[in-house]
Nanobody
Framework: QVQLVESGGGLVQAGGSLRLSCAAS????????MGWFRQAPAKERESVGR???????YYKELVRGRFTISRDNAKNTVYLQMNSLKPEETAVYYC?????????????????WGKGTLVTVSS
């Protein structure tokens, strides 16, 4: 079956960096758009950014310029490089996959989800 497994979370000081990885299996990875979401305590899950099958990226405005999404189709892996992290960005970070295009990109539009990895940014 399809599995998405995130890794790379942990504790980092404000201003620091982390790189998250999401390894996919059980699907033809190159056919999927991949997204990163995060959910902080008592908040709704929100999209951080995405990368489509052609490698085109899009980011939430608040992370633009600090976060970078990339993919390695040979390794069936998508990455989220996070720089200049802020305490308010403490959250569980999830990767997700979507096969077919739709006009919206949100939590209800994803076909598959990983279980998440916790990122804690200390002040």
């Amino acid at each position: 079956q399809v599995q998405l497994v995130e890794s790379g979370g942990g504790l980092v000081q404000a201003g620091g960096s982390l790189r998250l990885s999401c390894a996919a299996s059980g699907l033809t990875f190159s056919n999927y758009a991949m997204g990163w979401f995060r959910q902080a305590p008592a908040k709704e899950r929100e999209s951080v950014g995405r990368i489509n099958s052609a490698g085109v990226t899009y980011y939430k405005e608040l992370v633009r310029g600090r976060f970078t999404i990339s993919r390695d189709n040979a390794k069936n892996t998508v990455y989220l490089q996070m720089n200049s992290l802020k305490p308010e960005e403490t959250a569980v970070y999830y990767c997700a996959a979507r096969r077919y295009y739709s006009s919206t990109w949100g939590t209800n539009d994803m076909d598959y989800w990983g279980k998440g990895t916790l990122v804690t940014v200390s002040s």
